[in-house]
């Protein structure tokens, strides 16, 4: 197959970079020159483990090919993939579909032979047989299909996904469409991974409903960690004991200080548009927002509570601001709420992350980067550990409270525990959902 993937993002370039890894001949098309002159020289734009010795791997072998030219890599195509963002509208939390349309107009004229146009992006129900009129109408002649692809794949772990996934799901609205998309997914279907063939409408809801579910089950402990503080009951002892009925699973179900990224905020908010559109609201779903939106505030007062009321003048060493670990993602991420809170309330805030600092710059202006934990906890006033890379997981918590001026920890991913903090010398340690000590 002659794949072109037209938006090389974090999706389009893991789908990309798996589909030529599968055998295909794949064209990645970007509108960023700088983004397709970087991978046309061999580096990786993002950070995502695995990816780069793959795409080496398919770029020598001639398969993989990286081109600002759109119209080029759409003619010789069997399959054209929109990979592009769909963030949420400003203003009415509406999904902004101005990227899919434009790629969709784009695409239209420059179609020759039979080919199937696949939403990759994550669109509201309807923009399947919205992408199918505007193609028709800006080329008439075009012989052409649309499928809906929604994708799956986790930042962090998206080689993997991408290779070994639950299932794919494929919409279309005839068995030629079928046909190429089943050759596209053949290496999966020989090995069995489950390929559910939809219409194009429940494609694009499966996307929706799924991330906001997690979202759901992810807002659903971090409010029972809420009450597990008010009541004195211990929130990892709580999701464990959930977590082993086969019917709940222990996945998204740990506390922490609200899910962020790239999927989850801007998808729930989508999900709760197209719902008040419909005159069916979701209301579980809009009640998950606004709850998600707490918890990240909270955290907020637990770090003030923590520095005895005030964190005027005081200095912070932020252990990751990355949404999650093993990605250098920043969108949505929860520390773009936390940390400049803390700064407006006049803390100095000191921020080590093993890749955020790239993307986190200039979104959190004012905080001073550091490459190393001991060296940011020097003499700070309390440490927070906002996001749980690996690198964070087994500290010398007594190192680290010998080096500060007072040795208090808000531990808001819950990996370390109270007995941790005690016998390292912490003496006011924070966590969600579970007992303090006092500073
Ligand atoms: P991204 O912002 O990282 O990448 C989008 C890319 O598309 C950018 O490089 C941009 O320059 C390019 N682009 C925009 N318009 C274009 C055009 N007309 N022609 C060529 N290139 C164009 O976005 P992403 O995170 O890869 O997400 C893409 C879609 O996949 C979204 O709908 C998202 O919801 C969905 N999705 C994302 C993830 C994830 O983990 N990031 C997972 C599943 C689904």
Redesign the pocket.
């Known amino acids: 197959m002659r794949i072109a993937m037209?938006?090389?993002?974090?999706?389009?370039?893991v789908s990309g970079v798996c589909f030529s890894d599968f055998g295909h001949d794949v064209v990645c098309?970007?509108?960023?020159p700088g983004?397709i002159a970087m991978l046309a020289r061999g580096e990786v734009p993002?950070y995502e483990p695995g990816l780069g010795t793959v795409m080496a791997r398919n770029v020598a072998a001639g398969r993989l090919t990286f081109s600002t030219d759109?119209p080029g890599a759409v003619a010789g195509a069997d399959a054209v993939f929109i990979?592009?963002?769909?963030p949420t509208r400003r203003g009415d939390g509406h999904a902004d579909l101005s990227?899919v349309m434009?790629?969709a107009e784009?695409i239209a004229r420059a179609l020759a032979g039979y080919t199937v146009v696949v939403t990759?992006?994550?669109?509201p129900v309807g923009t399947n047989r919205e992408v199918r009129q505007t193609i028709r109408k800006t080329n008439p002649a075009a012989d052409f299909d649309v499928a809906s692809n929604?994708?799956?794949?986790?930042?962090g772990a998206?080689i993997e996904d991408f290779m070994r996934p639950d299932r794919v799901i494929v919409g279309v609205q005839n068995d030629r469409a079928a046909e190429v998309m089943a050759e596209v997914y053949r290496p999966l279907f020989l090995r069995d991974f489950p390929i559910v063939t939809t219409d194009l409408e429940s494609a694009e809801m499966i996307?929706y409903a799924a991330n906001a579910f997690l979202a759901t089950k992810i807002t659903f402990i971090n409010e029972i960690a809420r009450l597990c503080e008010r009541v004195g009951a211990d929130v990892k002892q709580v999701s464990k004991g959930m977590g082993l009925d086969g019917r709940i699973g222990n996945k998204f179900l740990h506390a922490g200080p609200g899910y962020g990224?790239?999927?989850f905020p801007?998808?729930t908010q989508a999900l709760a548009r197209m719902g008040q559109d419909a005159a069916v609201p979701m209301q579980i779903t809009e009640t998950v927002i606004k709850v998600n939106d707490e918890t990240k505030r909270r955290m907020v007062d637990k770090i003030t509570s923590l520095c005895g009321g005030n964190v005027n003048g005081k200095t912070l060493a932020v252990l990751g601001v990355t949404f999650k670990p093993n990605t250098d993602?920043m969108r949505e991420a929860p520390a773009l709420t936390i940390v400049p809170a803390l700064l407006g309330a006049g803390a100095r805030v000191r921020v080590v992350d093993p890749q955020g600092r790239p993307e986190g710059e200039a979104l959190l202006p004012g905080v001073a980067w550091v490459d190393d934990p001991y060296k940011a906890a020097q003499n700070a006033d309390a440490l927070v550990i906002l996001t749980e890379w690996n690198e964070f997981r087994a500290l010398d918590l007594k190192r680290l409270a010998r080096r500060m001026a007072t040795p208090r920890m808000a531990d808001l991913r819950n990996i370390y525990s109270l007995k941790d903090a005690k016998q390292a010398g912490i003496t006011g340690y924070t966590a969600v959902g579970r007992r303090d000590l006092e500073a």
């Open positions: 037209i938006g090389t993002g974090y999706v389009g370039l098309v970007d509108l960023d983004k993002i759109l990979a592009v963002g769909t990227y434009a790629a784009d990759k992006s994550t669109v929604p994708e799956f794949l986790r930042e998206a996307k990224g790239s999927c801007k998808d993602d």
